[in-house]
């Protein structure tokens, strides 16, 4: 009982901690949206681009293999910050010297000395990454939500005040840099662990055995993620790079919450159970069941209003976004989904398997991308191959827990399968409903979402299905815990 309060207490700090970030992270995001042009966004796009690629080489791998090993030592942790310092140090010298072609190639002059500037985040990167393994491994998330709120927070301030003064894309840099270099600061005095000068090379041979498998299928993850914007970048103008950002962006800061929250809390949870099959699957079947409930309703109620929302909180220069919003809701809505396989596959320490899947889905994800660039030639197709890939992605992610933790796709599907069918019709009743009334956007919006929410609402007082009573029995444990701590 008590590790199952353990697991619910580091979830619920998990939680509050995505919430908190991206409510203020959204917020913020307005404000700046209305001060600066979507061509600003563009470059900030493209940006963020190599630096996530980059990322991938101090964030997974070793940062993974320090949180799932059984016996990790304090030399581990030390070793991997060399390391990682190391290669963040040897990458920003590369991406620096790479800035001025970059430019040229996606034909943005203006490109190269504020790339220059942002990709000094990947040094602090190497401090955090270690930090947060070390968080994880004790699943002690309150001292993410300090370091994230902080630095969001100041960040915020930083960036709004640059783009009232006028500096541009100078705001989207120094708000982006601001956030990591005080969520560094921040854990820095509340993490009680300093790098030692030590580096076991014994160690990292160990840890790079289980963790260059994450590495490699997360390299090729980013670059999923990401090649659709580095293809709209070359292809079409800036501002089309800024609205299918902007698109994407609004449902990935709901998704953010709720599947970072789950990566974080599933791996360290999942592996202290490896061992125990049916535990496994319970606590994995249990997460897929909760995520779908929640997520399916707000990304059909996001992509309904997607429209007068944006009119209302962006003004009319960005409903351009509306439709690849539309489409990465229901895209980003089946990422928990895809969370919950993989991480129960990485727990069980199958690293082997990730990167297959890994290597199938891309590859099947490239094939659609070409295809979609050669038979049609239009941004929203290459938006839309994101979709269908995620879709053939839950039957290969799926297809291996059948056999490790008896959890076959069609079970999968059956669970989430009422949370979908009710969620289409909540955003086929919006669609038709938008196109029937005459409404201002702030009453467009509100008057479709509060109906939406209704109808989910009424769907799960009347049906009652296992995952709302999971989650209702979940926050009232979470209640009585609140009520002895204060005790």
Sequence with gaps: MAEKQGVVGSLLWKLMERFGVQTIQFLLQIVLARLLSPDHYGVLALMITFISIANVFIQSGFNTALIQGKEVKDDDFSSVFWLTLGVASLLYIVLFFAAPMIGRFFNMPDFVNKFRVLALVLLPGALNSVQLAKISRA??????????????????????????????????????????????????FTVKWRPQFTINFKRLKVLFAFGWKLMASGMMDVLYLEMRGLVIGKKYKKSTLGFYNRGKQFPQFLIDGINGALQSVMLPALSSRQSRTSEVKTLMRNSILMSSYILFPLMALLAG????????????????????????????????????????????????????LEIIKKILSLLLLVGAIIFFDSPIMIAWTGAISGVLGLFINAWPNKKLVDYSYFEQMKDVGPYFGISCFIFIILILLKRILPLSPLAGWLVLGLLGLGIYILFSLIIKPQAYLLTRSILRASREKMKEGRS
């Design 139 to 188: 699943m002690d998330f309150k001292k993410v939500f300090y370091s994230n709120i902080g630095g969001i927070v100041v960040s915020g301030i930083v960036g709004v005040s640059l783009a009232f003064m006028g500096k541009g894309i100078w705001a989207l840099v120094a708000q982006n840099m601001t956030n990591v270099i005080i969520a560094s600061i921040v854990m820095w």
């Design 305 to 356: 209003v997607s429209e007068p929302l944006i009119a209302w909180l962006l003004t009319d220069k960005w409903l351009p976004a509306a439709p690849y919003m539309q489409i990465y809701c229901f895209t980003l809505a089946l990422f928990p989904i895809h969370t919950c396989n993989l991480q129960a596959i990485n727990a069980i320490g199958r690293s082997d398997i990730f990167l297959k």
